[in-house]
């Protein structure tokens, strides 16, 4: 009868025991709402302004960043594709919300997981692009620590992709600017998919959550926002004005108007007191290409822009590029261009806003023909007729007809430049 009253007793008990433990160890290693907030100069990272940026926070779903940087990189690197599909697993359907409500099974493009976790914060999202990746959860996992290591990440430490409060998950706002600055510097080509107001994904309009910044700030351009109970409205921003360029870090705040609020004060003074003119400094890469294991993908072709009009633009790639062999083999002078390179002129706007605006379209578009060309060569800058266009500098005579094969099947404008010797 004791015995049978003991396990009674350590039944009712541990339960209780073990909440109060894991709430000590967790209580112990991140502290509920710690209020935090960092800026620097994006250009170089000079700290402008921070108080409590070393603390241990709570992230939420600026976790979602490092799921974003390792999907950039497996695209750069031929590890995934945008055309590529993930098969939706059981795991990531059950994560809660802020999700995008996937079925187990489902099939969805790799770009559509990509604007889900960018814009909406969806977290099933982030789960199955993160098993698209690594293959597994838990080898994405790994995978996101091995890459925080390298970025000097010192204070952080991941358990899920997505960002939902875990024991042990945990970043510090000095960490999170780290990443920020990552993000956007090593992958400027897909940075810009950040300051998308709105945009769709898997046949759903989707508003960002970091609406308000991107709505009321000018040179607003990104980037993620952050929410759960435990770590309060937390938001990765930044700006750029002319050629004055912020990001920051704004952890704990009450509501995600103040958290804006905040971070458009802070970027205020900041802009005041930044240089007109400073270099960037560049980042060492962090070498993180390998070969995938993931089963989770599957090859399918499916469009990049206007879904509609995609067999009319391949059929018209098909044509120009049967016309274009004809002409080659009768016109043998121009095989003296094949040696030297060209620029490319895509687009002409107005000015530079509705470049950058529209230079992820042109990027996605062609996302196979430039995957081996330098970042550091597309620019935006203004033409001949003083308006802006996209540059594409210093590349083969033969790619630079490609890329304007299929602008021009787009209704883009398109021109092949000579480089002045």
Same mark, same amino acid.
């Given at each position: 009868?004791?015995?049978?009253?003991?396990?009674?007793?350590?039944?009712?008990?541990?339960?209780?025991?073990?909440?109060?433990?894991?709430?000590?160890? &967790?209580?112990?290693?991140? /502290? +509920?709402?710690?209020? !935090?907030?960092?800026? $620097?100069? %994006?250009?170089?990272?000079? @700290?402008?302004?921070?108080?409590?940026?070393?603390?241990?926070?709570?992230?939420?779903?600026?976790?979602?960043?490092?799921?974003?940087?390792?999907?950039?990189?497996?695209?750069?690197?031929?590890?995934?594709?945008?055309?590529?599909?993930?098969?939706?697993?059981?795991?990531?359907?059950?994560?809660?919300?802020?999700?995008?409500?996937?079925?187990?099974?489902?099939?969805?493009?790799?770009? &559509?997981?990509?604007?889900? /976790? +960018?814009?909406?914060? !969806?977290?099933?999202? $982030?789960? %199955?692009?993160?098993?698209? @990746?690594?293959?597994?959860?838990?080898?994405?996992?790994?995978?996101?620590?091995?890459?925080?290591?390298?970025?000097?990440?010192?204070?952080?430490?991941?358990?899920?992709?997505?960002?939902?409060?875990?024991?042990?998950?945990?970043?510090?706002?000095?960490?999170?600017?780290?990443?920020?600055?990552?993000?956007?510097?090593?992958?400027?080509?897909?940075?810009?998919?950040?300051?998308?107001?709105?945009?769709?994904?898997?046949?759903?309009?989707?508003?960002?959550?970091?609406?308000?910044?991107?709505?009321?700030?000018?040179?607003?351009?990104?980037?993620?926002?952050?929410?759960?109970?435990?770590?309060?409205?937390?938001?990765?921003?930044?700006?750029?004005?002319?050629?004055?360029?912020?990001?920051?870090?704004?952890?704990?705040?009450?509501?995600?108007?103040?958290?804006?609020?905040?971070?458009?004060?802070?970027?205020?003074?900041?802009?005041?007191?930044?240089?007109?003119?400073?270099?960037?400094?560049?980042?060492?890469?962090?070498?993180?290409?390998?070969?995938?294991?993931?089963?989770?993908?599957?090859?399918?072709?499916?469009?990049?822009?206007?879904?509609?009009?995609?067999?009319?633009?391949?059929?018209?790639?098909?044509?120009?590029?049967?016309?274009?062999?004809?002409?080659?083999?009768?016109?043998?002078?121009?095989?003296?261009?094949?040696?030297?390179?060209?620029?490319?002129?895509?687009?002409?706007?107005?000015?530079?806003?509705?470049?950058?605006?529209?230079?992820?379209?042109?990027?996605?578009?062609?996302?196979?023909?430039?995957?081996?060309?330098?970042?550091?060569?597309?620019?935006?800058?203004?033409?001949?007729?003083?308006?802006?266009?996209?540059?594409?500098?210093?590349?083969?005579?033969?790619?630079?007809?490609?890329?304007?094969?299929?602008?021009?099947?787009?209704?883009?404008?398109?021109?092949?430049?000579?480089?002045?010797?």
């Amino acid at each position: 009868m004791k015995r049978s009253l003991l396990h009674i007793y350590f039944q009712s008990v541990t339960p209780i025991i073990l909440i109060i433990l894991l709430a000590f160890i &967790y209580g112990s290693e991140v /502290s +509920a709402k710690t209020y !935090a907030y960092i800026v $620097a100069d %994006a250009r170089d990272g000079k @700290i402008l302004n921070s108080h409590n940026s070393r603390q241990i926070i709570h992230p939420a779903s600026l976790t979602k960043m490092m799921t974003l940087y390792l999907a950039f990189d497996a695209i750069r690197y031929g590890r995934l594709k945008l055309d590529q599909k993930a098969i939706i697993s059981k795991n990531a359907t059950m994560e809660p919300p802020s999700k995008f409500w996937y079925k187990p099974g489902q099939r969805v493009s790799i770009r &559509y997981l990509i604007r889900a /976790s +960018a814009i909406r914060s !969806a977290n099933d999202a $982030a789960t %199955a692009l993160g098993e698209a @990746i690594s293959g597994s959860e838990k080898k994405f996992i790994k995978d996101m620590n091995i890459a925080a290591k390298k970025m000097g990440m010192k204070s952080t430490k991941f358990k899920n992709a997505h960002g939902l409060t875990e024991i042990g998950h945990y970043s510090t706002a000095k960490d999170m600017l780290l990443l920020a600055r990552r993000l956007m510097l090593d992958y400027p080509e897909y940075f810009n998919i950040f300051s998308r107001l709105e945009t769709t994904a898997s046949g759903k309009k989707i508003r960002n959550t970091n609406y308000k910044f991107l709505k009321q700030y000018k040179g607003a351009s990104g980037i993620k926002t952050g929410y759960t109970n435990a770590a309060g409205h937390n938001l990765a921003a930044s700006a750029k004005r002319g050629d004055k360029q912020l990001i920051g870090i704004v952890i704990g705040t009450n509501s995600s108007s103040e958290r804006a609020k905040k971070i458009m004060g802070l970027f205020d003074k900041a802009f005041k007191i930044i240089p007109m003119k400073k270099n960037i400094s560049k980042l060492a890469p962090l070498n993180l290409a390998k070969k995938t294991t993931s089963t989770r993908v599957v090859s399918v072709a499916i469009p990049l822009l206007k879904p509609k009009s995609f067999d009319l633009m391949l059929e018209s790639v098909r044509k120009e590029e049967i016309n274009y062999t004809k002409k080659r083999s009768n016109e043998a002078a121009i095989d003296s261009m094949e040696i030297e390179n060209v620029n490319v002129q895509i687009g002409m706007y107005t000015n530079v806003v509705s470049a950058e605006k529209d230079m992820p379209n042109i990027l996605l578009l062609n996302i196979d023909l430039l995957a081996g060309v330098d970042n550091a060569s597309i620019k935006i800058r203004q033409n001949k007729e003083k308006k802006y266009s996209i540059f594409v500098n210093n590349i083969t005579n033969v790619l630079a007809e490609n890329l304007c094969v299929r602008a021009k099947s787009q209704d883009t404008s398109c021109n092949i430049l000579k480089i002045s010797r």
